[in-house]
């Protein structure tokens, strides 16, 4: 089984740029199994076409405008992710709206989506994450190692960098 997490957004825009930011924390906090590839996809948008062809499964990480206060973290899957796509939030989910609609005409669509996303509190300039999403994040990489763990595929805590004295 080929698995994809995908981490989306501008990190030049707070939280916008979360779904980059959960990436960075679940390649820093986990071993992936075999099979399961964590991808940085930043704003790109058609550059991500050979990346998702033909996976199995991917597993979408992004800023999302939903009916739910700053911080939610939802989830959405199959279909529901190449609609969001079509109704942008941010300059890149056009870019990916692309990739899948041309995945559906070369026949190499994933067998399924999920989208874990984080309902951004503040989209001003800047590195950092609000508090409230940078939780959130902590809340979303979960959500994304519960939904590998439903596909068969167990996410490895690291052991913790030791501080031996000498």
Request: charged share 20%; proline share 5%.
């Amino acid at each position: 089984m080929r698995v994809l997490v995908l981490g989306l957004g501008n990190i030049l825009l707070r939280d916008e740029g979360v779904g980059v930011r959960v990436i960075e924390a679940l390649a820093g906090r986990y071993l992936m199994p075999a099979g399961v590839e964590l991808l940085d996809g930043g704003t790109s948008g058609m550059d991500l076409l050979d990346a998702i062809a033909g996976c199995d499964h991917l597993l979408i990480c992004d800023a999302v405008r939903a009916d739910a206060p700053p911080a939610s973290v939802i989830r959405l899957s199959d279909a529901q992710v190449p609609a969001l796509f079509r109704n942008r939030y941010s300059p890149h989910q056009l870019g990916v709206a692309d990739v899948l609609a041309t995945l559906v005409l070369t026949d190499e669509t994933p067998t399924s989506m999920t989208l874990i996303g984080v309902v951004p509190a503040d989209l001003g300039l800047g590195l950092d994450l609000s508090p409230e999403v940078a939780r959130a994040a902590g809340r979303a990489a979960e959500c994304i190692v519960a939904e590998l763990r439903g596909l068969g595929l167990v996410a490895e805590l690291r052991a913790p960098a030791s501080s031996a004295v000498a």
